[in-house]
């Protein structure tokens, strides 16, 4: 058999004659054959491990999912991408089998092209992969050597260089879990077309991915920008006139978990300095995780008053508050306390924070005595 492929396959079946159609269907790769979980484990093991495992359920002994499971537990092996083969077709064999560290699932008996294409596709992304992997080396070994070079520069270069080191990280730590997931649900969009309405979770799956990643994104680099550049342009703002504005823009949200929305503005004018849009990016992520971490039925209270030369914008949720951990490091770039929020809302405060630090004003949270987190924004007011 002529190699055509780089890439090493190991089969694994215990019936003769489907390891003969996959040797002819996947002509033209290097093919290594098993025909049980216990000598698939020593071939896989053996000098260099495979760049895919196609393997089977059934087999006497040690089936699939224990084998698949012994695969992931191996630093060997971890990452070498699994198709299950088999005739079971019940949506608890699928779910068992990507528990067991699956990447694909196929029946018996197999469609030539499928095969291949699903073959193909697990390769390519074991590729990216790595590509990516490599490619995160040397950019941690850039920002390595350039962290050096700035350690000897001014102080404002200084902070500049802790800004981006701080955002390197951020993107390491949260990139991880939504690449995973688009990783994890990609190939199932070659399926998405047929009538097959368990593969909508799937779908659904990769666009929360989508979403988080884009969101991660968009609130990792505003931190960076106003952590590097407090300069920002201002203008006079009606902090009230902004409130209602966000108010009624996430009206549908709130109304989707019936709460009941209780507001107390002064009558006079409430004027700031400000950059509209970064405000109204401040008070939206503050409501939206205020209706994200409500009981449904419950109220959010958002009360703005003047005093002085301050004007204050107080919002209120009947959630079950911040823990101690969360109230100590809420604001740091990994706040990330236990579990009155997701890891999505340490980031959206911390935003919040360095919009509050661009205009020269403060955010406190804390917990309320009848239940509930309260969160607490203070601007100076512009001068008459």
């Known amino acids: 058999m002529k190699t055509l492929y780089e890439n090493t396959i190991l089969l694994v079946d215990d019936t003769p004659e489907n390891i003969e159609i996959l040797v002819e269907l996947l002509d033209g790769f290097d093919l290594k054959v098993a025909i049980n979980g216990k000598e698939a484990l020593e071939t896989a093991w053996e000098d260099t491990a495979p760049d895919l495992i196609l393997l089977d359920i059934m087999m006497p002994e040690m089936d699939g999912y224990e084998a698949c499971r012994h695969l992931r537990a191996d630093e060997r092996t971890k990452d070498v991408p699994v198709i299950f083969l ?29 095969l291949t294409e699903r073959v193909k596709t ?5 590729s990216q992969r790595e590509a990516l992997r490599d490619m995160n080396h040397i ?8 962290t050096a070079q700035l350690a000897k520069a001014n102080e404002e270069l200084k902070v500049l260089d802790k800004a981006k080191n701080d ?41 929360t991915s989508v979403d988080r990643l884009e969101k991660f994104s968009t609130t990792a680099l505003l931190i960076t920008q106003l952590n590097t550049n407090h300069q920002i342009s201002k203008s006079e703002i009606d902090l009230v006139a902004l409130v209602k504005e966000v108010i009624a823009e996430m009206t549908d949200k709130i109304n989707s978990k019936n709460l009941e929305l209780q507001t107390a503005f002064p009558q006079e004018v409430c ?14 992520n503050i409501i939206d ?30 959630g079950k508050g911040f823990s101690k951990e969360a109230l100590d490091h809420l604001f ?11 890891q999505n809302l340490g980031l959206s405060l911390k935003a919040v924070k360095s919009i509050m630090d661009a205009h020269h004003g403060t955010i406190s949270v804390e917990n309320k005595a009848d239940g509930g987190a309260g969160v607490r924004l203070e601007l100076p007011a512009a001068a008459n």
């Open 167 to 207: 955002f390197l990280m951020m993107i390491s730590h949260e990139l991880r879990t939504p690449l995973n997931g688009i990783v994890g649900a990609t190939y199932f969009l070659d399926d998405s077309l047929s009538a097959d309405n368990e593969l909508a979770e799937f779908v659904d799956m990769l666009k």
């Open 271 to 284: 004027i700031v300095h400000g950059q509209k849009e970064l405000l109204e990016m401040a008070v939206r």
């Open 122 to 126: 697990q390769l390519e992304l074991k």
């Open 86 to 114: 088999t005739a079971k077709t019940q949506k608890e064999d699928v779910y068992k089998a990507f528990e067991a560290g699956g990447q694909d699932y196929l029946t018996k008996p197999f469609d030539a092209r499928e």
């Open 139 to 146: 950019l941690e070994e850039k920002v390595r050597e350039r």
């Open 289 to 318: 995780n205020a209706v994200k971490y409500s009981e449904a039925d419950h109220c959010i209270c958002v009360n703005v008053e003047k005093t002085g030369n301050k004007i204050t914008a107080v919002f209120r949720d009947k």
């Open 332 to 342: 740091s770039s990994f706040g990330l306390g236990e579990k009155h929020y997701d």
